[in-house]
């Protein structure tokens, strides 16, 4: 229904499964840290909407059901959002104690360096069996310690000044202990905290090895922030002080429980967490460009093996930069950038063609289609494909007597393999004109 030929030509590529590719070598480091964990790294990304939403407990009105956001190729299916698609269907085969996905992912995102409609989630998730634990004789509490006891140790400091639980903030799920809780979380910050020191430890090896003159060695900082997410509860935020500024680098949690019991697993508790692949290759490598990992140019590709120390990416010869602006006037009834309903025209207004008589009251003109800059970002894509670098707002104004609202945004085109020619530029620009009118009811300024 929204979903463009450009991004259905996306789903062969697979990049987390080709060899020697950043995505795959990403994914295979962190899978090493999870051993005995089943992975999942080809799972198909067409989904239900109940496997996308429903099955998560998204509430209908939810935002990331939006057609501004998520990919529908009919009504019931879409390109799945995030790898929790398949979360459901995987806790209910229940193959494994601990399981890993990875996959490709999909939605309407802005353009810029770090962001891209198409890109790479892993989540991985963890859960202990209340009945098995019956069977032992022990509580559920000492059986997941004495597996928090089997964790690789590390001489990294963690700041961890919150308390487990809070009733306000991170509350206690009803059908949990605190002491079950309390073992949980020790042993899902146990296990990511191992993930993540062996990440920084490779960024820093690859940084080292590619330094023209030493630098102070600046000790690894970790740090686990309250956070919330709607499948999981209490729930943290990951966060690594890395070259002079905290970084966010993965959430996780306490799996919301109607999760499992929706899943036929009700005598089962865990975590999860969720870590984007292209953000921990960007930082592994220090890859300046999203769009670089979909680039089949053996100057890019060349650099990186699964049997050779990670490396610093060596840019090739960067080619020079074409901005170009479009102005346009929204529709009065529009709303700007919010995505929200349009309203209808007053019933004085005319279709254009249709037949009037005197005591006829005129049907309201079609709605125009509410404003929403993804709208404006897919009109680009569509256009300009990765050719375009970077999209961003650089002027939004109201006319203090028609109220209407106008835009400017600035278009880079670049090209990450050649120089383009005007002649290139120009046409594109053009042509995303004509589409941003025609599609979005704009009037160009």
Not at 234 to 253: A, M, R, T, Y
Request: with cysteine.
């Amino acid at each position: 229904m929204n979903t463009p030929s450009s991004i259905l030509a996306a789903i062969p590529r697979r990049l987390h499964v080709q060899p020697d590719h950043p995505l795959t070598i990403t994914r295979k480091l962190i899978e090493s840290r999870f051993p005995g964990y089943k992975a999942h790294n080809t799972l198909f990304p067409i989904v239900t909407t109940g496997q996308n939403f429903d099955s998560l407990g998204f509430p209908l009105d939810h935002v990331g059901r939006s057609k501004t956001d998520t990919y529908y190729l009919n009504k019931d299916t879409v390109l799945r959002t995030h790898t929790s698609a398949h979360q459901a269907d995987t806790f209910r085969k229940n193959e494994s104690e601990g399981y890993l996905i990875s996959a490709d992912v999909y939605r309407r995102d802005a353009i810029d360096r770090s962001h891209y409609p198409v890109f790479h989630q892993m989540e991985g998730a963890r859960t202990w069996d209340r009945q098995q634990a019956e069977k032992e004789g022990k509580t559920l509490a000492q059986i997941i310690w004495d597996d928090v006891s089997k964790i690789p140790k590390h001489d990294v400091t963690v700041e961890d000044l919150n308390p487990t639980i809070h009733a306000e903030r991170n509350p206690l799920q009803t059908t949990h202990s605190s002491e079950e809780v309390e073992a949980i979380a020790a042993h899902l910050k146990r296990s990511l905290e191992d993930m993540v020191v062996t990440i920084f430890n490779a960024a820093k090896s690859a940084a080292d090895a590619s330094a023209t003159t030493s630098t102070p060695d600046e000790p690894l900082k970790v740090r686990w922030v309250e956070a919330y997410f709607p499948f999981t509860s209490p729930s943290w935020e990951l966060e690594v002080f890395w070259q002079g500024d905290w970084l966010e680098v993965l959430g996780c949690g306490v799996v919301s429980q109607p999760i499992l019991n929706n899943a036929s697993m009700p005598h089962r508790v865990g975590w999860a967490f969720g870590i984007g692949l292209e953000r921990i290759a960007m930082l592994l490598y220090s890859i300046p460009d999203i769009r670089l990992f979909w680039s089949k140019d053996a100057r890019f590709l060349s650099q990186f093996s699964e049997q050779k120390p990670i490396r610093r990416f060596v840019p090739f010869s960067k080619y020079p930069a074409c901005f170009k602006d479009v102005s346009f006037w929204l529709r009065s009834s529009s709303s700007a950038a919010g995505g929200a309903a349009a309203t209808h025209p007053p019933a004085s207004s005319t279709i254009p063609g249709a037949v009037q008589t005197q005591n006829q009251v005129p049907p309201a003109a079609p709605t125009p289609p509410a404003f929403h800059e993804n709208d404006v970002m897919e009109i680009a894509r569509e256009v300009c494909g990765d050719l375009v670098e970077d999209v961003r707002l650089t002027d939004e104004f109201e006319h203090p007597k028609t109220s209407r609202r106008s835009m400017c945004y600035r278009i880079n085109y670049r090209s990450l393999e050649r120089t383009l020619t005007n002649e290139e530029t120009n046409e594109m620009h053009e042509r995303l004109r004509t589409l941003l009118e025609e599609r979005l009811g704009v009037e160009l300024r």
